[in-house]
């Protein structure tokens, strides 16, 4: 068993899953450095959801290492993991998931209070996040009277309002419409700079991903490498933003990363360079 590079927060090492007799991560490895914004790119099915599992300790892998500052999650038991995922982690999933019983700013104060957080103060940082989302008006609806976007919006400031060391975000935009897509990312990346949160962001939407630092990429399980093929750039020209890719595997065995080379970080994986 190998320590992980002091820079990174959070550190992963040749991680193998496999769901349903079929391999859903194969030799993944990777670092998160302590307040970056890590998007995890790849179509539909290729492991993102698998590996966010992994890195926040909902799921162990069949081989590999998870660490969270310098502290070994796979072999943590349950309710380690658990208290490790109430105090110190963030989740966003990809579809809206509240208490119904709860109105909007219980649901942002929920995972304040399950730390044993105080009410009052858990009310204050529940009412300034919806604020900050642009649903305070609904602090006191219940689920089924929001639409889709603001009850994934009260999702958005329950994990904010915990200020997690890790906010995991898996698809967390995937129901909003474009408008306010571009409001909850600019929020949450906005808060997550400015609170020192380290976010590691699962998408298969290009525009999502350029707002991260950095952008690993899977297909099928593996890391790969993003190479622009002859032509992309002519196919593209007069738009704005990057330049079309496309996905190719690379050799797990022989690949490195071009994007943060490290020692650590070289068993059963496969390189993933930026890009533009």
């Given at each position: 068993?190998v320590a992980p590079p002091d820079n990174d927060?959070?550190?992963?090492?040749?991680?193998?899953?496999?769901?349903?007799?079929?391999?859903?991560?194969?030799?993944?490895?990777?670092?998160?450095?302590?307040?970056?914004?890590?998007?995890?790119?790849?179509?539909?099915?290729?492991?993102?959801?698998?590996?966010?599992?992994?890195?926040?300790?909902?799921?162990?892998?069949?081989?590999?290492?998870?660490?969270?500052?310098?502290?070994?999650?796979?072999?943590?038991?349950?309710?380690?993991?658990?208290?490790?995922?109430?105090?110190?982690?963030?989740?966003?999933?990809?579809?809206?998931r509240l208490v119904p019983e709860l109105n909007?700013?219980?649901?942002?104060?929920?995972?304040?209070?399950?730390?044993?957080?105080?009410?009052?103060?858990?009310?204050?940082?529940?009412?300034?996040?919806?604020?900050?989302?642009?649903?305070?008006?609904?602090?006191?609806?219940?689920?089924?009277?929001?639409?889709?976007?603001?009850?994934?919006?009260?999702?958005?400031?329950?994990?904010?309002?915990?200020?997690?060391?890790?906010?995991?975000?898996?698809?967390?935009?995937?129901?909003?419409?474009?408008?306010?897509?571009?409001?909850?990312?600019?929020?949450?990346?906005?808060?997550?700079?400015?609170?020192?949160?380290?976010?590691?962001?699962?998408?298969?939407?290009?525009?999502?991903?350029?707002?991260?630092?950095?952008?690993?990429?899977?297909?099928?399980?593996?890391?790969?490498?993003?190479?622009?093929?002859?032509?992309?750039?002519?196919?593209?020209?007069?738009?704005?933003?990057?330049?079309?890719?496309?996905?190719?595997?690379?050799?797990?065995?022989?690949?490195t990363d071009t994007a943060t080379p490290t020692?650590?970080?070289?068993?059963?994986?496969?390189?993933?360079?930026?890009?533009?």
């Open positions: 068993m927060v959070l550190w992963a090492r040749a991680l193998h899953v496999t769901l349903n007799g079929s391999p859903a991560l194969t030799g993944v490895s990777l670092g998160v450095r302590e307040g970056e914004i890590l998007a995890v790119g790849g179509p539909r099915g290729s492991g993102k959801t698998t590996l966010l599992r992994c890195l926040s300790g909902q799921l162990l892998a069949h081989r590999g290492e998870v660490w969270f500052n310098s502290a070994p999650v796979h072999t943590m038991g349950p309710l380690a993991r658990e208290r490790l995922r109430r105090d110190k982690f963030g989740w966003i999933d990809p579809e809206p909007a700013w219980e649901n942002a104060a929920l995972g304040l209070m399950l730390r044993g957080g105080a009410r009052r103060g858990a009310r204050t940082a529940a009412h300034e996040w919806l604020e900050r989302l642009d649903i305070g008006d609904c602090a006191r609806k219940r689920p089924h009277d929001l639409t889709q976007a603001e009850r994934q919006r009260v999702c958005v400031a329950r994990a904010l309002a915990c200020a997690p060391s890790v906010l995991f975000a898996d698809e967390p935009t995937a129901p909003l419409h474009r408008a306010d897509r571009a409001h909850v990312l600019r929020t949450l990346t906005t808060a997550a700079r400015s609170h020192g949160i380290t976010v590691v962001l699962a998408t298969h939407d290009a525009e999502v991903a350029s707002l991260a630092d950095r952008t690993v990429t899977l297909l099928d399980g593996r890391r790969v490498h993003t190479v622009h093929l002859p032509g992309d750039e002519a196919r593209t020209a007069g738009r704005t933003g990057a330049a079309s890719s496309r996905v190719a595997a690379a050799p797990t065995d022989t690949a020692d650590s970080d070289t068993e059963g994986r496969a390189a993933c360079s930026l890009s533009a």
